[in-house]
Each structure stands twice: as structure tokens, then as C-alpha cells.
């Protein structure tokens, strides 16, 4: 995709679609979308991360930085194959997500395609698997082999394993682990590339309607992750294999304690020996799965801020140097010009700006926070660059319906004098703000473009419980926001002009 190309998108996670099992997945809602999105004459379709989820049902923390979310995987064209029965939908909630009832009858569901699949798959789909697998082994090996080790642990972290031989990767108890966990390891290897092939299907569907997929990659990998089990000598861990420091940021305004992410930190020297490789594969897997991606915590690639492993919070801590242009040079050598956004939020100091402008990576501009202060403020419309992406809001941001309730009076009064908008039409006015900007790229979250408040927002950051769970439903879409985003799109020249209708 070309990011330099004027065009506008929506941010909706794959996990927030209709759908009757339970979750957003790949299935039939998702290509309704693609075809809603077009006719709204968007360009983009932005994701959250793709990856397995983690601690808190966050896409941030997943068990691998390779491997495909196994709730994503549609039941649908399981059940075409023949693969898996029908089967018996529980009632679950349409507008919510209650993991705990989900993913136990969504495994389910999978294992049994799963064994339906190796009892009775053609000969052509048995290739393609083996052939798939054999593609992947770079990183889908170490992965199944993590899950199914993990498996009857109940998710008991690596570094804990009563089998300490695993636990150190001894090549003997892995060659043996491989052949006990064999049947267990196939059925991860299933749903991969049955999360592959239908992500891949998806894409090519969403490309073929002018619609490009937008994916997100965080900076970190969970501690307790494939990813660092398979290369402990990546990351700052001690002889037990736990971590010596974490992630994080310091307070802040926001938070007087900081953030403690807990998240290992790159052993940067190390990586940069064999000329960042396991960054080159990371980069190209996520490739495959979008035309253009978000990388989160940007920053942390010019300067991160490393915490003591046994810190209770980030009120200690220091910042140090990162890769900086090395790193992306190394990978733009290997992949060629990256299509990448850099999420330059936060606490940003001038060796970010220079890291992302020598890379070439736009910036992100979110107008919520433009009204602040006066009409300098950097988050104002007029103040944008054109190689910037303009956002309403992000998934970790309040709907603007709810930015505008909780707002002090002066910035309410601020952005109706800026937007010339009031209560009901802020989210419109929001958004033609964004669009009428000079940045290359827009993007509105579904809530944004759907005027919905606070209760619909996806993530509250540092809450636990009751995040990442907001789905829609059709008959809140309606024709009119269709109708009027496509407006305003073709107005502002990132879509179809004949989506205006002008009299001749």
C-alpha cells in the first residue's frame, strides 16, 4: 500500500464482529464488513494485533509473535469441508465477548474439525497442510511444541515446568517431547494453517474490493511466550529464566506510579550479531497478513525504559539507547521498502521524531487530544504533516461521544468552536476534521463513525477485566453512517468522487 496515497479507514478488530459463535472471527460477517467498508468508499481496514491473546484477554500479551489467534479461526468453512458437524450454539451474548464461556466451547469446536480433518481430509488438503507446515517450521515447530507442552500444565509458565529439561530445551528431552506431543502438536498445526488460509482468503477478498488490510504489531513479546522460551538468549533473563528487567513507562501525568509491563527486554546487542534476523522474520510473517502495519511503542526502537525485574511498579527505572535506523535498515535490506506506521504517542523526545522521519514512517495524530491547550497544539488539524495518520481516537481512547461527555467545559467549548459541532454531531464533526486534514491517512474507530459512547469503548489501559470484549451488531449500522461517511470521504478526496451524487 501506498501510505503517501490520500485515503481513509476504519479501526475494527477482527474479534469485534457480529457473528453466532460467540466471537468476531473469519467468516461471513467479515466479508460483510469488506463489502460495507467499500461501499463507503474506505481504503482500510485497521486491525489490533492477530496474534494469540494473553493475560486479560489482551492482543498485547499473546503466547506467540508468530502464531495466528485460534479464536479467529471460522467454524464456517470447517463445517463446509466436512471437517466438523454443525454443532449446537450455546446463546451467547452478540454484543459482548465472555471469554470464559467462549473459548472453551470455541476449542471445542476446533479440536473436533481437527480430528475430523485427519480422519477424512482429501488427498489435495493433506498436502497443502503438509506443505503449509513445512513452509512455517522456522517458527510454527517451537510454537505447537510450546501449546502442547503447555496444555496439560493448565498454563503454567514456561520457566515453571516441572520438567526441567524442557524447561532448558535439552535436545534430548525435545526430541522426546516431540514424539509424546505429537498428536497435540498436530492439532496446533491445524488451526495455523487454517488461521493462515483464512486470513489469507480474507485478505485477498478485502484487496480485490480496493480495501487494504491494516495489521498491528506490538514492540514486546510476553515473557510467557514461545517466542522466548525457543530464544531465552534474546532477552535479558536470568540463570532461572526470569526476567532481570521489564518493560514499561515512567509517570507521568497520567499515572503516578508509571506503567509496568512486565514484558522481557531485548538483548539489542545480540540481535544485532546476525544482522537482526529474528526482527526480519517477525516483520515478514506480519507481511504476509496485511499491506501496511502499526508498530506500537515506537519510541522504544530510539530509547526504552528498562525497569528492575523485581520492581513492584516503574517508579524506578532508566532509559537506554535502542537499535535506532540499524534495525530497520537491516530489515529493509532483507524485505525491501516497509510499509509501517509508527505509533509515536506518549512521551516522545526529538530522537523519535528523527528516527521515524530517517526511516520514512508516518507519525500518528489523534484529535482527542488536540484541544487541550491552545491553537498550537500539536494534535490540531493544521498542525499535521502529510506523512501522518489521522485518528478520531485509537482502541485505548474513549469513544469520542465519551470524550465529549467527560471533557472539561473548556475543551468542549474549544472543540465546538474548532469543529463547529455540539453533543450530538461531535463524532461526525470529529471525523471530517480527519478527513479534511492534509494527512495522507485517516482512520475512525466503528464507534466513532457510529456516534456510540463511552460503555462501547474497547479498552480502558491499567483496568483489568471487561476490556477487549465490544462487538457490533448490523442493525446498529443501519444505511445512514454508510451513507454520510462515504460523503465525507469523497469530499475530502480519499475516495470514489462519484460517491457525492452531484447534480450535473
Known amino acids: 500500500m501506498d501510505l503517501n496515497q490520500r485515503s ?8 469485534s464482529l457480529p457473528g453466532p459463535h460467540g466471537i468476531g472471527d473469519f467468516g461471513p460477517d467479515a466479508y460483510r464488513f469488506v463489502d460495507w467498508l467499500a461501499s463507503a468508499g474506505q481504503r482500510l481496514w485497521q486491525l489490533l494485533p492477530t ?18 489467534s485460534q479464536w479467529m479461526v471460522a467454524l464456517e468453512p470447517l463445517i463446509q469441508k466436512g471437517w466438523l458437524a454443525a454443532p449446537q450454539v450455546p446463546s451467547f451474548d452478540p ?3 465472555n471469554y470464559g464461556e467462549v473459548l472453551p466451547w470455541r476449542e471445542a469446536q476446533l479440536r473436533a474439525a481437527a480430528a475430523g480433518f485427519f480422519a477424512k481430509a482429501s488427498a489435495a488438503d493433506r498436502a497443502d497442510f503438509a506443505a503449509w507446515c513445512e513452509a512455517q517450521q522456522d517458527w510454527l515447530a517451537d510454537y505447537a511444541l510450546f501449546m502442547a507442552i503447555r496444555s496439560p500444565l493448565n498454563g503454567q509458565p514456561w520457566w515453571q515446568w516441572p520438567a526441567a529439561s524442557l524447561m532448558r530445551r535439552e535436545p534430548a528431552a525435545l526430541a522426546q517431547a516431540r514424539k509424546d506431543y505429537a498428536q497435540e502438536t498436530a492439532f496446533w498445526n491445524f488451526v495455523q ?3 493462515d488460509r483464512q486470513s489469507a482468503a480474507l485478505k485477498a477478498y478485502a484487496n480485490g474490493k480496493g480495501v487494504a488490510i491494516m495489521g498491528d504489531l506490538p514492540i514486546f513479546v510476553a515473557h510467557d511466550s514461545a517466542d522466548c522460551w525457543s530464544r531465552p538468549d534474546l532477552y535479558h533473563l536470568d540463570e532461572n529464566f526470569n526476567t ?16 509496568r509491563w512486565g514484558n522481557p527486554l531485548y538483548r539489542w ?9 529474528w526482527w526480519t522474520a517477525r516483520v515478514r510473517r506480519a507481511l504476509s497478513q496485511a499491506d501496511v502495519f502499526r508498530i506500537d511503542h515506537f519510541r522504544g526502537f530510539a530509547g526504552y525504559y528498562e525497569i528492575p525485574g523485581d520492581a513492584p511498579d516503574a517508579k524506578q527505572g532508566r532509559w537506554l539507547q535502542g537499535p535506532g535506523k540499524a534495525l530497520f535498515d537491516a530489515i529493509e535490506q532483507a524485505l525491501g521498502k516497509l510499509p509501517i506506521v509508527a505509533e509515536d504517542l506518549g512521551f516522545i523526545t526529538e530522537d523519535v521524531h528523527q528516527l521515524r522521519d ?6 500518528m495524530k489523534i484529535l482527542q487530544f488536540g484541544f487541550g491547550g491552545e491553537a498550537d497544539h500539536e494534535f490540531l488539524p493544521h498542525m499535521w504533516p502529510r506523512a501522518s495518520v489521522a485518528y478520531t481516537g485509537t482502541h485505548d481512547n474513549d469513544t469520542v461521544r465519551g470524550w465529549w461527555d467527560a471533557a472539561s467545559p473548556r475543551e468542549r467549548a474549544f472543540a465546538g468552536s474548532y469543529l463547529a459541532c455540539g453533543e450530538q454531531d461531535v463524532h461526525w464533526a470529529m471525523i471530517r476534521g480527519c478527513a479534511n486534514s492534509v494527512a495522507n491517512m485517516a482512520v475512525y474507530p ?9 460503555a462501547h469503548r474497547m479498552n480502558v489501559p491499567g483496568v483489568l477485566g471487561g476490556n477487549w470484549s465490544w462487538r457490533f451488531a448490523w442493525d446498529m449500522i443501519g444505511a445512514e453512517p454508510g451513507r454520510v461517511l462515504g460523503l465525507i470521504t469523497a469530499a475530502s478526496g480519499r475516495g470514489p468522487f462519484e460517491l457525492l451524487r452531484l447534480p450535473a
Open 446 to 454: 466503528l464507534q466513532d463513525v457510529l456516534g456510540l459512547p463511552s
Open 193 to 195: 494453517w487454517q488461521f
Open 8 to 15: 481513509s479507514g476504519v479501526l475494527l478488530h477482527i474479534t
Open 51 to 68: 496474534t494469540p491473546i494473553g493475560p486479560g484477554d489482551s492482543p498485547y500479551q499473546g503466547v506467540s509473535a508468530f502464531a495466528g
Open 358 to 363: 530517517g526511516c520514512g514512517f508516518p507519525g
Open 269 to 277: 546487542e545480540r540481535m544485532a550479531e546476525d544482522g537482526y534476523a
Open 244 to 259: 532481570a528487567v521489564v518493560a514499561g513507562v515512567p509517570p507521568d501525568a497520567m499515572s503516578v506510579d508509571g506503567q
Open 95 to 97: 454484543l459482548r465477548v
